[in-house]
């Protein structure tokens, strides 16, 4: 068989890539899935009215307007500004930390303080990361209470390691915000595709040019195919039979329950640093705020990653890093094969950072 681009992946960064060669350079596209849908870990699906995200909460946000553009030429997306909350003392307080949360956490004499001294130290209305903050003598109490209580026993959990033996990029992914907005975002641009996001998936591969084959494995037929090119959005390791190493990744067990009540939490999400086995609780139905007499939630639970299961979050440190550049060097004597996405980078990408970098990849072609 011969086709001229083989897309191996139907998530989002393969799908990008599928639309833009079709439709752009009018070319035909083979595009691959071993799962039964399309959209990758962003997929969804329809359960009584509520648009439950099979593989987790997905939000899109972005500052690229370029990629923001491109997007919503496929779909409509409904304003939703996330907030998250997390469990800690009894209470709920915003995530990130931020000033309404040390009202929450501390006396109010003590809050006063602690809120002056961060003031003088940042500038409002900035995100800093925790291990900056700890640099400071005088924020010493407020550093240690929310390495403590909001990112140490998460990260345990998460990572089933010591934050010191993750990459530091880790840290900052959830930094202390010097504000009192509580959203998690701060993107200019946020929201949930309204029809949902498999949806959206559908109208860009919506060309006679793209052929979409689910439930195959690349493995099982790539020695039958002949292509002139080769988008490979599976993990890069793989793709080499794990020949220099296997790169670390953690898994993820999801529960969803349905409950015949309006709502079961007051927000979308709600984490559980220091309690229970499960990191976070996810609400569908506030994405669309949809409407219906019932909920459906999710309970999360981080896993070890062992082949066979979903590959959700690369393990960010010295050692695999080292893995992956050896791959990538091996990458370099291949022709005509790119390596795209989050397992194929070996990258902790956002969607939008995915579809940024297929874009690029596609605008770099010859």
């Known amino acids: 068989m011969k086709v001229q681009n083989l897309i191996v992946g139907a998530g989002l960064a393969g799908i ?19 799962r039964p849908h399309i959209g990758g870990n962003a997929y969804d699906y329809d359960d009584g009215g509520i648009l439950v995200h099979q593989y987790g909460t997905h939000i899109f946000h972005t500052n690229d307007e370029k990629v923001w553009k491109y997007l919503t030429s496929f779909s409509r997306f409904y304003p939703y500004m996330h907030q998250v909350k997390a469990f800690v003392e009894g209470k709920l307080i915003p995530v990130p930390f931020n000033l309404n949360a040390l009202y929450k956490c501390f006396p109010p004499l003590m809050a006063q303080n602690l809120e002056s001294i961060l003031l003088k130290s940042y500038p409002y209305g900035t995100k800093v990361s925790i291990l900056e903050i700890r640099k400071n003598p005088q924020l010493e109490v407020l550093s240690t209470y929310i390495y ?17 033996e ?12 010097i504000s009192r907005d509580d959203g998690y975002f701060y993107d200019r641009f946020q929201g949930i595709p309204m029809e949902g996001y498999t949806k959206m998936c559908e109208k860009m591969l919506d060309n006679p040019l793209i052929t979409l084959k689910l439930e195959c494995d690349y493995r099982d037929i790539k020695d039958k195919i002949e292509c002139e090119r080769i988008f490979y959005s599976g993990a890069i390791d793989e793709f080499f039979d794990y020949e220099l190493g296997e790169l670390p990744y953690r898994s993820l067990k999801f529960d969803f329950i349905r409950f015949e009540k309006p709502y079961f939490q007051s927000c979308a999400v709600v984490n559980y640093p220091n309690h229970f086995d499960y990191t976070r609780i996810g609400e569908y139905k506030y994405f669309l705020d949809v409407q219906t007499p019932h909920t459906i939630v999710s309970f999360e639970y981080p896993k070890a990653w062992s082949r066979g299961q ?4 690369p393990v ?10 050896a791959y990538v060097e091996r990458a370099k004597e291949l022709k005509n094969v790119h390596f795209i996405g989050r397992l194929g980078e070996y990258r902790y990408y956002d969607m939008d950072k995915v579809v940024k970098r297929a874009l690029e990849v596609f605008e770099n072609l010859p």
């Open 16 to 34: 990008t890539l599928a639309e833009r060669l079709a439709n752009v350079k009018k070319q035909e596209v083979l595009l691959l899935d071993r």
């Open 148 to 164: 403590e209580k909001i990112f140490l026993h998460y990260t345990l959990k998460q990572w089933q390691c010591s934050p010191d």
């Open 166 to 177: 993750l990459d530091l990029s880790v840290f900052e992914r959830v930094p202390v915000s």
């Open 310 to 313: 979903e590959r959700y979050y």
């Open 316 to 325: 960010p440190n010295v050692q695999s890093e080292a893995i992956y550049q």
